[in-house]
């Protein structure tokens, strides 16, 4: 319910467990700001422009190693467990056709003695 005066809302009534869910998310919002705090603590000195660039180049770095790492010149062998099949026919799907279907496959060796 919301008490209204001249029109305008200055209180409202909420029922005993909305107001514990209130006041546990304010505990916790001000658990958060006070950790937000600590971790700006040791920056207070340093410009936000410095820190702007320096996040802007880390993150830069990490996209660049992320690009390496998924590259096509990568080579990577999905284990059979991780192989792509068709779900009709239960047979590997068209992209994993090459790849070996057990160890003896990717060496050539014969399983059959």
Known sequence: MII???GIPVAAVVSPDDLARLERAEAEQEARLKVL??????????????????V????SEVRRENRQEAS???TR????????RDMASGTPAAEDADAPKHKGEATGEDKTQ
């Open 77 to 84: 062998v999905n284990p059979p467990y991780l192989e792509t």
């Open 4 to 6: 209204e005066r001249g």
């Open 56 to 59: 802007a180049r880390a993150i």
């Open 37 to 54: 705090a600590r971790m700006r603590e040791p920056f207070k000195d340093v410009p936000a422009e410095e820190i702007e660039r320096e």
């Open 72 to 74: 096509p010149s990568a």
